[in-house]
Each structure stands twice: as structure tokens, then as C-alpha cells.
């Protein structure tokens, strides 16, 4: 027969402790959600959100979605962009060479398009994982 008085002593106390905490703070967050105390941050848009409103046509090239908003992948790809300044996708042909497909040519992408469009021929034929 099991001992319950050696279950609770040594192995009950410490997962009911981890649960019951769980449990409070999957329950007290819940309710905060609920009222309205804690906004989601995906409820949020604005400069300290993680989406941004899509503002321009260059904005709107990075968004996937076509959600009206840039997520935190979306603006990384525009943010990228504009620092760095690499050529947006506009045809087909040029997306086949998007090796990372981040929705711009990078220099060894843009150099393998513009060798292969020179000699006529295509090195690349489908590039979708």
C-alpha cells in the first residue's frame, strides 16, 4: 500500500507549489487581459508596438500579409532595406534568384540575375521550399 504521508512530505509540496504559481499567474494574467488592464501587444499599433502601419508603397512591398500592418518580420525586411538599399523584387524572373527570400536582390543575387539575363539562360528553375 502507498505511504500518502511520505507522497505529500517529500514530493507533493514541491510540484504543488510550482503548479498552484502557474496556475495563479495563468489565471491572474487571464483576468487582467479580460478587463483590460494589460493590452496585447499585438492589440497595439503605434512607434513602441511591434506593428507598424504601412505608410508608401516601399511599405507596402514588405507586407506579406497585405494586412495593412508590417509585424516584426515585415519591418526587419523594410528596415534592412532602407539601410542597406539593395533592389526590390518587381518581376517573377527576379524572384527565382531570392536565395533568402527577403523580397530584395542582395549583390550575389543580383550579380547571378544579371549574368544569367546577359547570357539568356536561367541557372535558377523554382526556388520555393
Known amino acids: 500500500m502507498i505511504d500518502l504521508v511520505s507522497i505529500k512530505?517529500?514530493?507533493?509540496?514541491?510540484?504543488?507549489?510550482?503548479?498552484?504559481?502557474?496556475y495563479?499567474?495563468?489565471t491572474l494574467t487571464g483576468l487582467l487581459l479580460s478587463l483590460g488592464v494589460v493590452?496585447?501587444?499585438?492589440?497595439?499599433?503605434?512607434?513602441?508596438?511591434?506593428?507598424?502601419?504601412?505608410?508608401?508603397?516601399?511599405?507596402?512591398?514588405?507586407?506579406?500579409?497585405?494586412?495593412?500592418?508590417?509585424?516584426?518580420?515585415?519591418?526587419s525586411l523594410y528596415n534592412s532595406h532602407k539601410i542597406f538599399g539593395y533592389?526590390?523584387?518587381?518581376k517573377p524572373s527576379e524572384a527565382l534568384y531570392d536565395i533568402n527570400h527577403n523580397l530584395m536582390l542582395e549583390p550575389f543575387e543580383q550579380q547571378t540575375y544579371l549574368k544569367d539575363k546577359k547570357s539568356g539562360t536561367s541557372s535558377r528553375t523554382n526556388n520555393k521550399h
Open 39 to 75: 493590452a496585447k501587444k499585438t492589440d497595439e499599433v503605434g512607434p513602441h508596438s511591434s506593428l507598424v502601419l504601412v505608410a508608401g508603397q516601399t511599405m507596402r512591398h514588405f507586407d506579406i500579409d497585405k494586412d495593412g500592418v508590417l509585424n516584426r518580420y515585415e519591418n
Open 87 to 90: 533592389p526590390l523584387i518587381t
Open 24 to 26: 495563479f499567474m495563468i
Open 9 to 22: 512530505c517529500h514530493v507533493w509540496p514541491m510540484r504543488a507549489k510550482v503548479s498552484v504559481a502557474m
